[in-house]
Nanobody, 127 residues
């Protein structure tokens, strides 16, 4: 069993930055590929970014490319989502997820691929 706990969400103004964290426990963190997804009110959950088990591969949604950075610290069993130049359309609940089946340098953009999910953290960006 893997437990994921997100933190770092909040209310900010457009143009501001936030850093989300996702702490994992329960199994060997370095074996997890990780992802962030988000869900805005009335919309479906969408892919934001993903990182491979070895940290060497990342993928970003076009809407966040160049503004968001996904990183991992295996010693702390934590991943981080640095979000810069935030826009009102970034407002959503952000979820981190762990995939235990991907190969060492692979990422997944598909929610169905992920085995475990956090409870989510709210990010609200005012204009």
């Amino acid at each position: 069993q893997v437990q994921l706990v997100e933190s770092g969400g909040g209310l900010v103004q457009a143009g501001d930055s936030l850093r989300l964290s996702c702490a994992a426990s329960g199994r060997t963190f370095k074996n997890y590929a990780m992802g962030w997804f988000r869900q805005a009110p009335g919309k479906e959950r969408e892919f934001v970014t993903a990182i491979s088990r070895n940290g060497g591969s990342t993928s970003y949604a076009d809407s966040v490319k160049g503004r968001f950075t996904f990183s991992r610290d295996d010693e702390k069993n934590t991943v981080y989502l640095q979000m810069n130049s935030l826009k009102p359309e970034d407002t959503a609940v952000y979820y981190c997820a762990a995939d235990l089946r991907l190969t060492y340098d692979s990422v997944s953009l598909y929610a169905d691929s992920y085995d475990y999910w956090g409870q989510g953290t709210q990010v609200t960006v005012s204009s």
